[in-house]
């Protein structure tokens, strides 16, 4: 039993059903900006759920979820969390919350974290509301009735595998609250919510169709449903299971690696099969757009690049770009670096007009680099790029540590090879032993997935690797006082249960070595 176990055991599950809203979670809200679907926050039982169109809406809803900034897929979980925390890449003139994070400091009072931790029950509390007000309705043929479900119930497991990977046991809400609600809920166990996860999922995985057409592509799919099974599983070492559904994903037949690198992250070439599931972006100067753009371009570069909305406040490290294989000239070989990274003296791939200067002007980029998987245009405030959620090439490097651990370790090499053939780099040798290999796989995450919301942080907790990761990579390891940080030394580390949910729900118990 771990640190985080120890705490939450024998925790209740919450099952009341009112409708309405999680109000705690919403009165911690900032604003609710999602799709521009109606209705919003105005859903009552007069007035909504009384056909599938009604249906469709409430579900596009809770999609929506995953565009806003604190949720699964934007800026938060790829920079601040994943790739700030493990050092890679970071917000150089960050605010104090983002200096806390990447210092690895986790107060309770982190905005940062707090908000990841709102929407993600803001998303859960949407889901909810279509799972049980779809269920209940008759007005609906049967057919599109399951496919509803089966979208809101993978759409709850995403929430909630954020939830559980990142604090561990949490309230488990699976019905419907509002303001007369008793909001004084308890954690459940990690095992409780990861049996939630994989039972959605399960049923999400049946009623999922393997592609859609038309409107609807870009939808959770049974693709998408096993993505997430893998990664739930792997979280709990259940290697065989993951092994399972892995070979259930690449038999469905659908899905593969983009030839080119640099075209998975292409707006033309959005939902392409290397896709498993991303959050769906459309350009505009409002939130329906992916703002990981102007945090990516160049700050001061001229607007015929940039269209004027450039900040370039989160920057790769040298130290990563160091990991990146080279040939016996010293050259960087790895596509990957060429597809999606600029340097001091080399042109944007879409734009070769554009060269990063050898003397990178101040406020261009601190280090000298960019990452353009999200910049390939000139593009107003938010750009049109899909963020990926989970991609094949993830998955692979999942099936195959779960081949590594069960003795098929020559097997986990082939799929290996898979991602490192598109980077044109060399196999790795069958002979591998089992670290070798373990260690081949989280070399080739950390290159594949920067500035995605996968690869860094949480594969690295998930393994127990974080500490020894960034004791030999970060070059300020000695200023981050990781031996007087206790809450560093748990497997899995957690991060604090946010001050302001504890201040509306005093049931809530706090993570190890935290403090409200």
């Known amino acids: 039993m771990n640190d985080m176990e120890l705490h939450t055991k024998n925790k209740k599950m919450k099952t009341t059903y009112i409708l309405g809203f999680l109000t ?26 009384l056909n599938e169109s009604d249906a469709q809406a409430g579900l596009n809803g809770a999609y929506g979820m995953l565009q806003r900034e604190e949720t699964f897929s934007n800026v938060r979980d790829a920079a601040d969390v994943e790739w700030a925390i493990a050092g890679d890449m970071y917000e150089m003139d960050g605010s104090a919350n983002r200096i806390e994070l990447h210092t690895l400091a986790f107060p309770a009072t982190n905005t940062i974290l707090r908000d990841m931790y709102m929407g993600a029950y803001l998303g859960v509390s949407r889901a909810n509301i279509v799972i049980n ?80 057409t038309g409107n609807n592509v870009g939808k959770a799919t049974t693709g998408s449903a096993l993505a997430l099974l893998i990664k739930a599983a792997l979280w709990q070492e259940k290697y065989e299971d993951v092994v399972g559904y892995g070979e259930e994903l690449i038999q469905l037949g659908v899905h593969g690696l983009v030839p080119k690198f640099r075209d998975v992250f292409s707006e033309e070439n959005e939902n392409n099969e290397e896709i498993l599931f991303s959050t769906q972006f459309r350009p505009s100067q409002d939130s329906e757009g992916n703002n990981l753009v102007k945090r990516t371009a160049p700050r001061g570069a001229p607007s015929e690049f940039t269209g004027g909305a450039a900040w370039s406040n989160f920057v790769p490290q040298q130290h990563w770009v160091n990991t990146f294989e080279k040939d016996d000239q010293g050259k960087i070989k790895d596509k990957r670096y060429w597809d999606v990274i600029i340097g001091p003296g080399e042109p944007h791939q879409n734009m070769p007009a554009f060269v990063m200067p050898n003397e990178v002007p101040t406020g261009w980029s601190k280090t000298g680099y960019i990452v353009t998987k999200y910049w390939e245009k000139p593009t107003i405030n938010n750009s049109g790029i899909n963020a990926p959620i989970m991609r094949f090439s993830e998955a692979l490097l999942n099936y195959a540590e779960a081949l590594n651990e069960i003795g098929r370790t020559s097997d986990a090499i ?17 002979g591998l032993g089992k670290e070798e290999t373990l260690d081949a796989i989280f070399k080739e995450r950390r290159v594949e997935f920067i500035w995605e919301p996968t690869g860094g942080f949480s594969d690295l907790n998930r393994r127990g690797r974080f500490i020894d990761f960034i004791r030999k990579e970060r070059p300020n390891i000695n200023d981050l006082n990781v031996d007087q940080k206790p809450w560093l030394h748990t497997r899995p580390i957690v991060f604090p249960i946010p001050r302001e949910a504890w201040d509306r729900n005093k049931a809530l118990e706090q993570n190890p070595n935290y403090t409200f």
């Open 133 to 212: 007000k779809v269920s209940a309705m008759e007005n609906i043929a049967e057919e599109s009735k399951q496919l509803i479900l089966g979208q809101a119930k993978f759409l709850r497991a995403l929430f909630y595998y954020r939830l559980v990977t990142y604090w561990g046991g949490v309230p488990l809400i699976t019905e419907i609250l509002d303001a007369s609600s008793n909001l004084e809920v308890s954690r459940a166990s990690a095992e409780e919510v990861w049996a939630l996860i994989e039972s959605d999922l399960l049923a999400a995985k049946t009623a999922l169709p393997k592609t859609w």
């Open 414 to 430: 082939v799929q290996i090879n898979k991602v490192r053939e598109r980077a044109g780099l060399d196999q790795l040798s069958a």
């Open 24 to 49: 705690f979670f919403i009165l911690m809200s900032c604003g609710d900006k999602f799709l521009s679907l109606s209705p919003k926050d105005t859903l009552t039982e007069e007035n909504f759920y």
